[in-house]
């Protein structure tokens, strides 16, 4: 089984920044990609970003250039560093890992491309 514990979130002002980090434990692998997903209120879970094992990394449209997905295998952590944060970006958000050798991150925004999930951080962006 895999574990994963999101922090981070809280209510920032727009154009604001807040760091998520997300906790990872038992059978894990630096090599499984691991991403961000986010719920706003009345609408279906969405992909924000993506990161494999090279580093390589992958957006949603709406976050790019705002936005940065890393992970520091050594702690086993991921984070998502967002930057200039407007109203629309307020959602829960979680954590996801996909338990697979993937290098390759464009087909893996739908959800059920997902193993494991967290419980999910709340960011609320106030105008």
């Known amino acids: 089984q895999v574990q994963l514990i999101e922090s981070g979130g809280g209510l920032v002002q727009a154009g604001g920044s807040l760091r998520l980090s997300c906790a990872t434990s038992g059978r894990t692998s630096s090599l499984y990609p691991m991403g961000w997903f986010r719920q706003a209120p009345g609408k279906e879970r969405e992909f924000v970003a993506a990161?494999?094992?090279?580093?390589?990394?992958y957006y949603t449209d709406s976050v790019m250039g705002r936005f940065t997905i890393s992970r520091d295998n050594a702690k086993n952590t991921l984070y998502l560093q967002m930057n200039s944060l407007k109203p629309e970006d307020t959602a829960l958000y979680y954590c996801?890992?996909?338990?697979?050798?993937?290098?390759?991150?464009?087909?893996?925004?739908?959800?059920?491309?997902?193993?494991?999930w967290g419980q999910g951080t709340q960011v609320t962006v106030s105008s």
């Open positions: 990161v494999n094992h090279k580093n390589g990394t």
């Open positions: 996801a890992l996909r338990a697979s050798f993937d290098t390759f991150l464009v087909h893996l925004t739908p959800r059920d491309q997902w193993h494991y």
